[in-house]
C-alpha cells in the first residue's frame, strides 16, 4: 500500500516512493538499528520522515517473551494519526505512507508527516510553572486541553503508549492575544488502536502523563480540574466512584519520579 498527499504526488510521480525515502537526507532526530527518524525540507516545505526496516523475528519474539507489543513499522502511526483526524484531535497530517513485505520480520514502511512549525512542547513550556506562576486562565485552558484529549483518545479505544507533556506541541501564534491556544499530539509510532481497550492501557496513559506534570507546580485544585474534565463527572463523584484508579495513579507516578530522581 502506497498514500501521498497531491504534492508528494505531484513531485514523486512515475518513481518508486520505497527508493526515495531511502535516499532522503535531512536532519536525524533518532536513528536504531531499523529505525530513523529526520527532518527534511522539499518544495519549500518542511516535513518530517520515519523509516522502518524490518526488525527480525529476534526481536519479535523479544517482545512477546517481555510480554510487549513489537512495533513492526509505521502502520500503527498511520492507523492512530488516521483516527485522531477522524475525531477532531489535532495532530500532523500525513503527507505519504506506504508499506511493503508480507513476513512481519521484514516488513518495511514509511511515514511522511508535515513539520508542526511554530510550536513549543508542553514539557518545555511549562518547565518554570514552579517558579513563575503562568495565567491562570491560561494554565485552566492548558488543562482542559489536555483532558479533553485524555479523554478522546481512551474513550475511542486509542492508547498512546508515550503520554507525556512533551508530546503535547503548543501552537505559538495561537498565543498570541488569546489564552484558549491550540494543542496538537505528537509521537504516535507506539500507538494501539483497538476495539476494545482494556483498562491497563488508560492506566500507562494516565500514570505517564501525571507522572510527567509532577515538577511543574500544579496544585491540588489543579489536579482536581484534570480529573473532572477527563472522567466527565462531578468531582465528588468522580472521587467516590474512581478514587482507587486516581490513587494508584498517583502512587504509580510518584515511584517512577523516584526511581528517576535516584
Known sequence: MIYLSD???RLWRGQDPFKIVETIEGEVYRQVKNRRTLQFELAGKSYFL??????????IVKNLVQLRLPILGAENEW?????????????????????????????????????????VSLED?????????????????????????????????????????CHFLLHIPSLDGNLDPKL??????RALVKTRLSQRWVDKDITGLY???????????????FMRMYSGKPLRDCLQEDGSFWQSVHSRARQMHKRLMT
Request: hydrophobic share 35%.
Open 7 to 9: 504534492e508528494l504526488d
Open 50 to 59: 520515519k523509516l522502518h526496516k524490518g526488525v527480525g523475528w529476534g526481536e
Open 125 to 165: 513550556f511549562c518547565r518554570n510553572w514552579a517558579q513563575q506562576k503562568p495565567l491562570l486562565k491560561l494554565k485552566c485552558n492548558l488543562i482542559r486541553k489536555v483532558a479533553q484529549i485524555s479523554r478522546t483518545l481512551h474513550q475511542n479505544n486509542i492508547c498512546h503508549r508515550d503520554f507525556y507533556l
Open 211 to 225: 507522572f510527567s506534570a509532577l515538577d511543574i507546580g500544579l496544585t491540588r485544585n489543579d489536579r482536581y480540574r
Open 184 to 189: 496538537s499530539l505528537i509521537d504516535l509510532h
Open 79 to 119: 492507523a492512530a494519526l488516521s483516527r485522531l483526524h477522524d475525531l477532531g484531535v489535532d495532530t500532523m497530517e500525513i503527507a505519504g505512507y506506504g508499506i511493503k513485505g508480507r513476513n512481519p520480520a521484514s516488513q518495511q514502511s514509511f511515514i511522511i508527516t508535515t513539520d508542526l512549525i511554530e510550536t
